[in-house]
């Protein structure tokens, strides 16, 4: 009996021994099932361990809450990309047209930063080379400027072709003609299919140079965007064309703030310009000085005409915008001026000296409100007069006007200009697409 339980106990003993030496195999020398892999594992460690134990797991993994939200995340950028992908190939199937704009002429940055409201990259305006793009109606435009744009030295990567060229005057139109040799060889090779052209006209209109070029006139150039009130202007392939703002001296896209419209300005007109003998301009400081009305206004003469601003005197002009209620716009080789336009940007109204000037401009039966032609037909709000002898009586009708009233008026003029810009962008956009897009017609 006593050899019985003893030989129990020894069975017992070796059994918990066995166990013993089974659990110590199971915890440390057990070879373990391979985990998921954690290339995407957090590598600094895991995070919230109590908050995601599962109670009864065969066996716990101190990365589980990382590999889950890692999959979770992996998931939401695998449907954003699938989301952009269908976005961009429905966008790609709505956009129809590309053209690529060729920048050969400052005029082409009033185009592209002001009308269209496009950015270019790099943002420095020095740059050898910059470029933008936008999507605009059922086109994909590009544009590429500056100094190392040269034909034969670039991608053409679009079938439609917009150049801005300068044709002011002979050393400019022979560059001009230089790009539309280029672009004339790009279409005989069909490597190109249309061509327009956005034009710096000359100041008396003698743009004759340009009519051979016309596919109306046997040439390759479909449409034509001519700056100043051109006879030839018929509104079905030749278009007047803004002139816009003087980008060539780095005039700014100005942003409208509230103290623009709401704080009382300084002076009530002003006038930072060239005066040439015996011009207007000179009867307009004249004026001024009789009625001693320039020690209510800004007023900085100059005799010499001068291409480049200094810092100092492109502030001073800014500020004189920003700081009068009214811009005095006398004429100069041609009624429309840049001035205009930068005086819009600031909401100070334009008077402008409504004469027409010597040379070819405007001289067409479809002209009957020439000068000016454009910006009357788009109701410009200024004040427009024939002589400068009414001048006087305008700025005391000024000094009698309340705050609110001029704010208001600011108001006007910084909308009407905002939808002038608005208008001339979609009516480029719609030109360009009516001429370059296939015709529907069976």
């Known amino acids: 009996m006593r050899g019985a339980r003893r030989r129990l106990c020894s069975a017992l003993i070796i059994a918990y021994g066995l166990f013993s030496l089974y659990a110590a195999y199971t915890v440390f020398l057990r070879p373990r099932r391979p985990a998921a892999p954690r290339s995407h594992r957090d590598r600094r460690g895991p995070r919230g361990f109590t908050d995601h134990v599962a109670l009864g797991n065969e066996e716990w993994n101190p990365w589980d809450a990382d590999e889950k939200n890692e999959l979770a995340a992996s998931q939401q950028r695998y449907e954003a990309n699938l989301k952009m992908i269908k976005y961009a190939r429905s966008h790609l199937e709505q956009t129809s047209l590309r053209v690529q704009i060729w920048g050969k002429a400052a005029i082409g940055l009033y185009l592209w930063q002001h009308i269209f409201g496009g950015h270019l990259e ?76 956005v034009l710096l006209g000359n100041e008396q209109c003698n743009n004759a140079w340009i009519q051979p070029y016309l596919k109306r006139n046997g040439g390759f150039v479909n449409l034509l965007f001519v700056t100043y009130d051109y006879a030839f202007v018929n509104e079905e392939d030749i278009f007047q064309w803004p002139l816009g703002v003087a980008t060539y001296r780095n005039f700014p896209v100005v942003e409208p703030s509230w103290s623009m419209l709401h704080d009382p300005r300084s002076y009530l007109c002003n006038f930072l310009g060239t005066v040439y003998k015996n011009s207007s301009r000179e009867t307009l400081i004249e004026i001024l000085k009789q009625d001693g009305l320039d020690k209510l206004c800004w007023i900085a003469a100059r005799e010499q005409w001068q291409p480049q601003e200094t810092n100092e005197s492109f502030k001073n002009y800014q500020d004189a915008l920003l700081q009068s209620d009214l811009t005095l716009c006398p004429v100069g080789i041609n009624t429309e001026c840049y001035r205009i336009y930068e005086a819009c940007s600031y909401g100070s109204l334009p008077i402008i000296e ?89």
């Open 122 to 197: 790099p943002a420095d305006m020095i740059a050898q080379w910059r470029e933008g793009s936008q999507n605009a109606g059922k086109t994909y435009f590009s544009f590429l400027t500056g100094p190392s744009v040269v034909p034969g030295y670039f991608s053409v990567e679009a079938e439609h072709v917009v150049l801005v060229l300068n044709g002011r005057e002979p050393s400019k139109i022979a560059y001009a003609t230089q790009w539309l040799h280029y672009a004339q060889t790009l279409m005989e090779t069909r490597k190109i299919q249309h061509v327009a052209v």
């Open 354 to 442: 409504d004469v027409m000037t010597p040379g070819d401009c405007g001289n067409s039966s479809v002209y009957h409100s020439a000068p000016l032609q454009l910006l009357k037909t788009m109701g410009a709000p200024f004040i427009f007069i024939k002589n400068w002898k009414e001048l006087p009586a305008i700025l005391e009708k000024e000094k009698k006007m309340s705050l609110h009233e001029k704010i208001q008026r600011r108001k006007k003029l910084l909308e009407w200009y905002q939808n002038f810009k608005a208008w001339m962008r979609q009516k480029f956009i719609n030109t360009l697409e009516n001429s370059f897009l296939p015709s529907d017609k069976g």
